[in-house]
């Protein structure tokens, strides 16, 4: 009698904790296969979260150095309606260099910076990168989609590029919510 009890539960309490799970529609992760290895700054993924007041991206790379002559490319969607990104983050990723958020233009950075709280800056000891950009930054947008891109010309002979997920591929819509 008690086995009938306790396997019975077990389904009900299943059924219980997918009814009770958030949505987690606020948080996006990647894995991102070594696909750059020319470049100690191949990107092995990445993860958003898209808050109530920021979004926050941490790109991770398989070795991030202070000496890196890479740079990243952070590319924010806020309309699906239009083509490619709105806004592009763009920074190095060795000791010394600095970060801007643009509006984009295609798929490529413009000269028309973005007035507006947001922050950058590699984690060397970590292999990260963050990113944390308001949400006023960006029009307080109903979701988001980003996209990164790594470039690295170290050798000076060919660029190494690594995008993730893909190139000119978007994560999957992230709608804001208390995290972040």
Excluded: N, Q
């Excluded at 490529?108 to 963050?130: L, M």
Aim: glycine share 8%.
């Amino acid at each position: 009698m008690r086995t009938r009890i306790s396997l019975a539960a077990v389904p009900a309490l299943l059924l219980a904790g997918l009814v009770a799970a958030p949505a987690g529609a606020e948080y996006y992760s990647i894995d991102d296969p070594a696909d750059a290895t020319a470049s100690l700054s191949d990107i092995t993924g990445f993860d958003a979260m898209h808050g109530s007041r920021k979004l926050l991206v941490k790109v991770r790379f398989a070795e991030l150095v202070r000496s890196s002559a890479a740079g990243l490319s952070v590319y924010i969607d806020t309309d699906r309606a239009a083509r490619g990104p709105e806004y592009v983050l763009s920074s190095g990723l060795g000791d010394g260099t600095d970060y801007v958020l643009t509006k984009a233009r295609g798929w490529h950075g413009s000269d028309d910076r973005v007035d507006c709280d947001y922050s950058a800056r590699p984690k060397w000891r970590k292999d990260v990168f963050r990113a944390v950009v308001s949400r006023a930054c960006l029009g307080d947008p109903a979701e988001v989609r980003v996209s990164v891109k790594m470039v690295d010309e170290a050798d000076g002979s060919h660029p190494v590029m690594d995008w993730a997920p893909k190139r000119h591929r978007w994560s999957l819509p992230i709608a804001p919510g208390l995290g972040a």
